[in-house]
């Protein structure tokens, strides 16, 4: 079992910047991939940004550009640098992790945070 906690959201005008972390804890797993999913009042939820082993990374288009998604594998920790924000960025933001029991390898799950609310004012 694998816990995911985010943090670092908040509002902030349009133009500026947040950075969001998502710590993973547990024991004894082993994760594939992380990233950052996002849920507007009214609208279905979305990917944002993916990162892999060897820091391969994707980005939605909406996004590509403004933010930049990272990983600190020692400290199990995923982060997402978000510049440039505009209003239509403002969602609760969501920690994904794709893991493993160490002992299990091929038992992959999706794990999910509570989520942080981002608000970008006009």
């Known amino acids: 079992q694998v816990q995911l906690m985010e943090s670092g959201g908040g509002l902030v005008q349009a133009g500026g910047s947040l950075r969001l972390s998502c710590v993973a804890s547990?024991?004894?797993?082993?994760?594939?991939?992380m990233g950052w999913y996002r849920q507007a009042p009214g609208k279905q939820r979305e990917s944002v940004a993916t990162i892999r082993s060897g820091d391969t990374t994707t980005y939605a288009n909406s996004v590509k550009g403004r933010f930049t998604i990272s990983r600190d594998n020692a400290k199990n920790t995923v982060y997402l640098q978000m510049n440039s924000l505009k209003p239509e960025d403002t969602a609760v933001y969501y920690c994904?992790?794709?893991?493993?029991?160490?002992?299990?390898?091929?038992?992959?799950?999706?794990?999910w945070g509570k989520g942080t609310l981002v608000t970008v004012s006009s």
């Open positions: 994904n992790a794709n893991a493993a029991p160490s002992a299990f390898p091929l038992l992959k799950s999706d794990y």
């Open positions: 547990g024991s004894a797993f082993n994760i594939n991939y």
